[in-house]
């Protein structure tokens, strides 16, 4: 008895922190460890430190996790430059005496950025600008280490570093109108290709991707902040519209021409993937027709542009470029490459004609990623569900299928870094009670060493009273399938009372809330609202990842359909527990989660009482073309598809409370998603409120923008629900 009254009064003793704690002063953050670069021996990395306004690239040894050398420093550069430079990324040559130094960084896109680049000799002690004007992209050193090839205002171009003479492999490119070695908007944030060349083994040619976005359409953000506010006017191929025309060339450095590739009679078309042959000759890439239902692996010859074609995949829904891009080929032509084609993605091997030899790993449950395949011992490296669908564990298993040995001995979920020899790799480790532990392995899998173990994280969360998650199941609406879910109660949680909730929500194609991972800055503020008295609660509907082809792919044409049918039916579960308030059930969501809240209170009108959307695609018919149509074909085809389940449909049927926002410089769910549901709404005489947050973006941070949003979220909910 005493025991218990002791854990009462302590559970009392704990605080509830408060959104400034949360958001601004972030003391629920975590630490990593981050930009490991592995050098070529194995037996050591390196990584840039930012030390009293100064930068140094440091040289780490991997078993003591301690720096042995500093590489080079923004200090040395700036005496030789004999100006200020600060080092903000860097890329080492092949043999690692040579080191790309960027700086200025300026983000584009989510992918895509552009600096000024030095070259940074280490023996002689020497750095020169890579090139002069306009800053560059993607600058990238060829193989053996004698050239650097870029992007500059969208054209590519080669340094030859002997004399440091700059050779243009393009020269017509133009903005919103012709790209070279750089992907356009929708390729960058769907097929996260912004980098769109790459270097042959020899280093005698280059493949590259041009994209002829002249047919495309363009959006136009105003940008505020001066008396007449700036107008930035991008390509944007929103469903069913013109895409950009691409086309796959190979440079050939010594004659200085390029041969252009064949694509076949298909002009609108997809080139998301290129891989290089080991001897340079060749070069295989990823055709995809316009509907994502049909993926090619093809082979060209680099010097005539003609292909042959390795293998097909084919779908009555689509062929997920995510689940199909990972392949490594090996020396004799044969590869590996990870397909979902059985239903769940798997790892097989193909010989050099394209011809299955075997299915390397199988089973009901799916290889997440591979995280290496070592060559020269035939093994591969992979994480995968097969023990649970809410934690990644890591595996080895030889190229012949056999041998398959789990690596990872802890529970919850995992991520791995290998170096590049294979001798070794450092885990990244959590699950629900333990944070964030990064340590050093080696190949068998024995640990070596910790490197971080975060307990002044978790110090600080149990100091804190921020309620408990709960793994769980409910069904989905069809009655029988079993969702993913966890429940986050208050900390003195009491069966005999009446909670409202509060239903947090994704939903989207792939994606995974539940996970067995520790909890994040967001999961914070859930504790925060749970310490207010709410019930926190996620459902991964069907349609999200982990679970299989079938259950990804039944909402193919129908999107929004039985995502939301799942979540109100859960909400209904969830109404019939003797301690959950009925009357108080809200949802809120981001992006396509900010999609599925606003549908969800619209159509589970009589289960929902409040909602949150955050930039949320309003109208599927406003969103990217590759996105969409891979879920939905295209809205000349499937116009029943878009519009029976986009919200801006169903604004007759809110009752509840709405709280839309979004930022105004949206590039990727454009603020028209906002202003035509709030259209809708005032059409349909439906009170609701709204809040734009002036020239941010997507993500809405910067300026306190992530501390004002919260805030706003939480008075509404205090407020609403």
Excluded at 229 to 244: I, M, V
Excluded at 529 to 542: E, F, K, M, P, S
Excluded at 620 to 636: C, L, V
């Amino acid at each position: 008895m005493l025991l218990c009254m002791g854990s009462v009064a302590f559970a009392q003793s704990k605080k509830s922190p408060t959104l400034d704690q949360i958001f601004k002063e972030g003391i629920f953050r975590g630490h990593s460890v981050y930009g490991i670069n592995w050098m070529k021996d194995g037996q050591y990395y390196s990584k840039l430190v930012r030390e009293m306004g100064a930068e140094k690239v440091v040289k780490m040894d991997i078993q003591t996790g301690q720096p042995v050398g500093t590489l080079v420093s923004s200090k040395v550069l700036t005496d030789l430059l004999g100006k200020e430079l600060h080092i903000d990324g860097y890329h080492f040559s092949a043999d690692e005496q040579k080191v790309l130094i960027e700086t200025e960084h300026e983000a584009i896109y989510r992918r895509s950025s552009k600096s000024h680049y030095f070259v940074y000799d280490r023996q002689a002690n020497t750095v020169v600008p890579l090139a002069k004007g306009e800053k560059q992209s993607f600058a990238t050193f060829s193989p053996d280490g004698k050239m650097v090839a870029f992007v500059r205002s969208n054209n590519l171009y080669v340094t030859n570093l002997s004399d440091m003479k700059e050779q243009a492999i393009t020269t017509d490119g133009q903005f919103n109108s012709l790209l070279h070695g750089m992907g356009d908007w929708v390729y960058e944030e769907e097929f996260s290709l912004a980098k769109a060349f790459k270097w042959a083994p020899d280093s005698k040619s280059i493949a590259y991707l041009s994209f002829d976005e002249s047919e495309v359409k363009q959006y136009t953000m105003p940008i505020y902040g001066t008396l007449y506010p700036q107008q930035y006017t991008f390509k944007y191929p929103k469903a069913g519209e013109r895409n950009s025309e691409v086309f796959l060339s190979v440079y050939h450095l010594d004659n200085q021409k390029s041969t252009e590739i064949q694509k076949g009679k298909e002009k609108d078309i997809y080139i998301p993937r290129i891989y290089w042959s080991a001897d340079g000759k060749s070069l295989s890439y990823i055709w995809m027709n316009r509907l994502q239902n049909h993926l090619e692996l093809r082979k060209a010859n680099a010097f005539t542009g003609e292909y042959s074609l390795l293998l097909k995949e084919t779908s009555k829904t689509y062929v997920d470029l995510d689940f199909n891009d990972q392949i490594y080929f090996l020396k004799d032509g044969s590869f590996i490459r990870t397909s979902e084609e059985s239903g769940f993605k798997h790892i097989y091997l193909f010989n050099k004609e394209g011809q299955q030899l075997r299915q390397i790993t199988n089973g009901q449950w799916e290889v997440s990623s591979i995280v290496g395949v070592d060559k020269t011992h035939k093994k591969i490296y992979y994480l995968s569900k097969e023990e649970s669908t809410i934690a990644d564990q890591f595996y080895v298993i030889g190229f012949n299928g056999k041998g398959k040995k789990k690596l990872s001995t802890r529970e919850g979920n995992h991520s791995v870094n290998f170096s590049n020899d294979f001798k070794y790799y450092i885990q990244y480790q959590s699950n629900i009670h333990q944070p964030l532990r990064v340590t050093l392995h080696n190949a068998k899998g024995k640990e070596l060493k910790v490197l971080e173990d975060n307990q002044a994280q978790k110090a600080t969360f149990d100091k804190f009273d921020l309620g408990h998650k709960e793994f769980m199941t409910v069904k989905a609406a069809d009655g029988q399938t079993d969702l993913n879910a966890y429940m986050i109660k208050p900390s003195n949680f009491d069966a005999s009372k009446k909670y409202p909730v509060l239903m947090f929500v994704y939903g989207g194609p792939g994606s995974q809330m539940v996970q067995n991972k520790f909890p994040s800055y967001r999961d914070a503020w859930y504790g925060y609202l749970a310490n207010q008295g709410y019930l926190i609660v996620c459902v991964d509907n069907r349609g999200t990842g982990g679970k299989g082809r079938d259950f990804k792919h039944i909402t193919y044409k129908d999107l929004g359909k039985y995502e939301s049918e799942d979540q109100i039916y859960a909400a209904k579960q969830l109404a019939k527990k003797s301690f959950v308030d009925a009357e108080r059930i809200g949802i809120w969501g981001w992006s396509f989660g900010g999609y599925m809240s606003s549908l969800c209170l619209m159509k589970g009108n009589d289960i929902f009482k409040t909602a949150i959307a955050v930039a949320p695609v309003t109208n599927w018919r406003y969103y990217d073309s590759i996105y969409t149509e891979r879920y939905q074909s295209t809205p000349q085809l499937n116009p029943h598809g878009y519009d029976d389940n986009s919200p801006v449909f169903h604004v007759d049927q809110l009752k509840g409370n709405f709280l839309l926002v979004h930022g105004t410089a949206d590039d990727n769910v454009h603020f028209q998603n906002a202003v035509e549901l709030e259209n809708a709404l005032i059409s349909a005489n439906k009170q609701f409120r709204t809040f734009y947050y002036p020239n941010r973006n997507h993500g809405i941070y910067g300026d306190n923008a992530t501390r004002h949003l919260y805030t706003m979220m939480t008075n509404f909910l205090l407020e609403k629900l």
